[in-house]
T-cell receptor, first 111, second 112 residues
Framework: DARVTQTPRHKVTEMGQEVTMRCQPI?????VFWYRQTMMQGLELLAY????????DSGMPKDRFSAEMPDATLATLKIQPSEPRDSAVYFC?????????FGPGTRLTVL | QQQVKQSPQSLIVQKGGISIINCAYE??????FPWYQQFPGKGPALLIA?????SEKKEGRFTISFNKSAKQFSLHIMDSQPGDSATYFC???????????FGSGTRLSIRP
């Protein structure tokens, strides 16, 4: 049963620290998405890749967020420096045809 | 034009009743309309989807109704069960693009 995996599942950090979240997409899927979910803003698309190339990162605060896909089995989302307003659940999803398959999320708390 | 508007924000339905969630879109280039279901602590998962060449699609107790001229679509859950309690997102996309535009979500609670 192929699944998207995300690590860590939970992260508590202090303001100003660097946070790195990792995602392993489903093998064979050529698109990878990063979303942020909060009660106030709902599900926001931060960035996405097709065949490892970044297609759209317009939803991401450029000064502190970066997303990369160093190889087909790993996508990363980095926040440096982190701020309390970054506290949210971050989801990675991999796409096949028209369907996105979401991972379990990383719950980030920035104190 | 890229937005998908979803209502209501929250919904409480008695067990056995019909749950109805509505969505509207502006971009006529959208040609794929999925619904995602999210349980607490989990990521969203595809529930059912429709393309605009049909007006209705049914899978078990879940039905999508699609009105192309009004640019609206809705999810109907028949015989709603407590296990259906979740957040539901409507969405829209163009087949030529990978990006899905999600609605704001509806938190559904089914009362026993």
């Amino acid at each position: 049963d192929a699944r998207v995996t995300q690590t860590p599942r939970h992260k508590v950090t202090e303001m100003g620290q660097e946070v790195t979240m990792r995602c392993q997409p489903i093998l064979g899927h050529n698109t990878v998405f990063w979303y942020r979910q909060t009660m106030m803003q709902g599900l926001e698309l931060l960035a996405y890749f097709r065949n490892r190339a970044p297609l759209d990162d317009s939803g991401m605060p450029k000064d502190r967020f970066s997303a990369e896909m160093p190889d087909a089995t790993l996508a990363t989302l980095k926040i440096q420096p982190s701020e309390p307003r970054d506290s949210a659940v971050y989801f990675c999803a991999s796409g096949f045809l028209d369907t996105q398959y979401f991972g379990p999320g990383t719950r980030l708390t920035v104190l | 034009q890229q937005q998908v508007k979803q209502s209501p924000q929250s919904l409480i339905v008695q067990k056995g009743g019909i749950s109805i969630i509505n969505c509207a879109y502006e971009n006529t280039a959208f040609d794929y309309f999925p619904w995602y279901q999210q349980f607490p602590g989990k990521g969203p998962a595809l529930l059912i989807a429709i393309r605009p060449d049909v007006s209705e699609k049914k899978e078990g107790r879940f039905t999508i109704s699609f009105n192309k001229s009004a640019k609206q679509f809705s999810l109907h859950i028949m015989d709603s069960q407590p296990g259906d309690s979740a957040t539901y997102f409507c969405a829209a996309s163009r087949s030529s693009a990978s990006k899905i535009i999600f609605g704001s979500g509806t938190r559904l609670s089914i009362r026993p």
